[in-house]
C-alpha cells in the first residue's frame, strides 16, 4: 500500500540553525500539508500546498517557515532560524483532492533544537 | 475559528468491552470529520471518518456517529482488543477551508488484557 515517508526519522540541531524537513507524498496526491505536534500535546495544522502555492496556512507558520516541492516527489519543510519552541514532531500529509479527502499522514520527523 | 473538543482524555476498559469517545466542534460550517489513531513513535493513521450527509457508518469493530444539530460525534470500539491500545484524535475540516483539518486533543485508550 502506497504510504507517505519522511526524513530524517530525528533531526538535532542548534538554536538558530536552519532545517530542512523532508516528505515523499503518495505519488498520484496534488494536495500535501504539514503538521507538528509538540510532545503530548495535539497535532496542529501548519500549511497545506497545491499547484505549488501555498492554498492555506496556520499563525504558527510564520516567515521562518517555508515550503517547497523542489521536484516531482518530495514536499520539504524549511525552518530558517530554529528556536526552542520549534522542537516537536513534524507530520507530512499528503491526499488525492482537497476539499475534505483524506489525508495520509507520513511517520513523523522529530525536530530537536537545542 | 473552529474548535474541537474530545472526552475523555484517557480511558481504560477491559478487554472485550466497549470504548466511546466524545467530540464536540464549533464551526456549524465543518462537514468532514475524520478519526486518527496514533500509536507511540508513529504518526497519526486514520481509521474512519464521516462526512456531514450521514448520521453513521460502520467498519468491523469500529462505529462513528454524527448528530450535525447538536455539533457532536462519536467514535464507538466494541469487543476492544489490546492492540487497540493508543491515542485516537477527533478530527473536522475547517468551515470553507476545507483542506485544513483541525484535531481534538485526544483520549489515551488503553486495553487491559
Known amino acids: 500500500e502506497p504510504e507517505v515517508t519522511q526524513t530524517p526519522s530525528h533531526q538535532v540541531t542548534q538554536m538558530g540553525q536552519e532545517v530542512i524537513l523532508r516528505c515523499v507524498p503518495i505519488?498520484?496526491?496534488?494536495?500535501f500539508y504539514w503538521y507538528r505536534q509538540i510532545l503530548g500535546q495535539k497535532v496542529e495544522f501548519l500549511v497545506s500546498?497545491?499547484?505549488?502555492?501555498?492554498?492555506?496556512k496556520s499563525e504558527i507558520f510564520d516567515d521562518q517557515f517555508s515550503v517547497e516541492r523542489p521536484d516531482g516527489s518530495n514536499f520539504t519543510l524549511k525552518i530558517r532560524s530554529t528556536k526552542l519552541e520549534d522542537s516537536a514532531m513534524y507530520f507530512c500529509a499528503s491526499s488525492e483532492q482537497g476539499e475534505s479527502d483524506t489525508q495520509y499522514f507520513g511517520p513523523g520527523t522529530r525536530l530537536t533544537v537545542l | 475559528g473552529e474548535n474541537v473538543e474530545q472526552h475523555p482524555s484517557t480511558l481504560s476498559v477491559q478487554e472485550g468491552d466497549s470504548a466511546v469517545i466524545k467530540c464536540t466542534y464549533s464551526?456549524?460550517?465543518?462537514?468532514?470529520f475524520p478519526w486518527y489513531k496514533q500509536e507511540l513513535g508513529k504518526g497519526p493513521q486514520l481509521i474512519i471518518d464521516i462526512r456531514s450527509n450521514v448520521g453513521e457508518k460502520k467498519d468491523q469493530r469500529i462505529a462513528v456517529t454524527l448528530n450535525k444539530t447538536a455539533k457532536h460525534f462519536s467514535l464507538h470500539i466494541t469487543e476492544t482488543q489490546p492492540e487497540d491500545s493508543a491515542v485516537y484524535f477527533c478530527a473536522a475540516s475547517y468551515g470553507t477551508s476545507y483542506d485544513k483539518v483541525i484535531f481534538g486533543p485526544g483520549t489515551s485508550l488503553s486495553v487491559i488484557p
Open positions: 464551526d456549524s460550517a465543518s462537514n468532514y
Open positions: 500546498f497545491y499547484n505549488n502555492e501555498i492554498s492555506e
Open positions: 505519488s498520484n496526491h496534488l494536495y
